[in-house]
């Protein structure tokens, strides 16, 4: 149980194109999603705390117009990379809670997104 | 000062070898840590989860939490090639919907 699937795994897109990711809980209720970022050998990086119903919240930094994140349903959250550019290119992972006991979080399997 | 210290390494052992990889945090507000591994371009997978001080065991790994030190530790014993992969500690503060905080990550290789 506790499974979190992320899409897609990976794409590459070009410079000036918008980009969706998609977060999902398979087989639990997600009130709350997290979005990481990270560079090659590097730790992940807080982008934005997802709540759904309501806006994400966003860490100090964070390009909120570039980055959109929606959290539409308990199931579901979208990042949009808008306007992408390699810059951008980066390893984004999505994270969820699944309730009950227990203090580890779930995550996605991640999308390497690549702007050409 | 980071919140959260982790030594990147890479560590290299042979297989068979007992492994520890370390964490200090600067926080004593942390409560709940835990321990993920992370194989390359995947998400991280859960290994491990304590609250406040003490031990956890679970087969070859054991989690320690010293939270006097601020220092938490995992120990994989007889260490396989399949265990080669990047460990994360990971800590959070309350039981809320809070984010965790994340060390740098661990590479480690064990070596057959």
């Known amino acids: 149980g506790a499974v979190v699937s992320q899409h897609p795994s990976w794409v590459i897109c070009k410079s000036g194109t918008s980009v969706k990711i998609e977060c999902r809980s398979l087989d639990f209720q997600a009130t709350t999603m997290f979005w990481y970022r990270q560079f090659p050998k590097q730790s992940l990086m807080l982008m934005a705390t997802?709540?759904?119903?309501?806006?994400?919240?966003?860490e100090q930094g964070v390009e909120k117009d570039k980055f959109l994140i929606n959290h539409a349903s308990l199931t579901l959250s979208t990042l949009t990379v808008t306007s992408a550019h390699p810059e951008d290119s980066s390893f984004y992972i999505c994270s969820a809670i699944p309730p009950g006991p227990g203090y580890g979080y779930t995550f996605g399997s991640g999308t390497r997104l690549t702007v050409v | 000062q980071k919140e959260v210290e982790q030594d990147p390494g890479p560590l290299s052992v042979p297989e068979g070898a007992i492994v520890s990889l370390n964490c200090t945090y600067s926080?004593?507000?942390?409560?709940?840590f835990m321990w993920y591994r992370q194989y390359s371009r995947k998400g991280p997978e859960l290994l491990m989860y304590?609250?406040?001080?003490g031990n956890k065991e679970d087969g070859r790994f054991t989690a320690q939490v010293d939270k006097s030190s601020k220092y938490i530790s995992l120990f994989i014993r007889d260490s396989q090639p399949s265990d080669s992969a990047t460990y994360l500690c990971?800590?959070?503060?309350?039981?809320?919907?809070?984010?965790?905080?994340f060390g740098k990550g661990t590479r480690l290789s064990v070596i057959a």
């Open positions: 997802s709540n759904e119903g309501s806006k994400a919240t966003y």
């Open positions: 990971a800590m959070r503060k309350t039981s809320g919907n809070t984010p965790l905080v």
């Open positions: 304590t609250y406040s001080s």
């Open positions: 926080n004593s507000a942390f409560q709940y």
